[in-house]
């Protein structure tokens, strides 16, 4: 059983940043793991994964070149780099995790994955 625990949310300013943090309970070999969003209102939106062992990361268009996805693994943490934030980042910021040797195609996919956090919050003010 894996246990995710996000941290490193709150509150900026558009044009900001914020780094958040997902530290797992044991070593996480050959997992993937995503971070989700779900705004209030809105379905929950996959918007970047990594796999743990290949190291092949994937972003939501709408991220991308914005948000790192990145790993250490000697702490067993996941981060999200979040820079140029905007208002339509707000959202509460979900880890989670899948155990199987690639990302799956449908890397954004809520369903795919078996292990979640319990989420913080991002709010970014125009």
């Known amino acids: 059983q894996v246990q995710l625990v996000e941290s490193g949310g709150g509150s900026v300013q558009a044009g900001g940043s914020l780094r958040l943090s997902c530290a797992a309970s044991?070593?996480?070999?050959?997992?993937?793991v995503g971070w989700f969003r779900q705004a209030p209102g809105k379905e929950r939106e996959g918007v970047a994964a990594?796999?743990?062992?290949?190291?092949?990361?994937y972003y939501v268009d709408s991220v991308k070149g914005r948000f790192t996805i990145s790993q250490n693994n000697a702490k067993n943490t996941l981060y999200l780099q979040m820079n140029s934030l905007k208002p339509e980042d707000t959202a509460m910021y979900y880890c989670?995790?899948?155990?199987?040797?690639?990302?799956?195609?449908?890397?954004?996919?809520?369903?795919?994955?078996?292990?979640w956090g319990q989420g913080t919050q991002v709010t970014v003010s125009a």
């Open positions: 990594i796999h743990t062992l290949r190291g092949n990361t």
């Open positions: 044991g070593y996480m070999s050959n997992y993937c």
């Open positions: 989670a995790a899948l155990l199987r040797p690639y990302c799956p195609g449908a890397w954004d996919r809520a369903g795919e994955y078996a292990y």
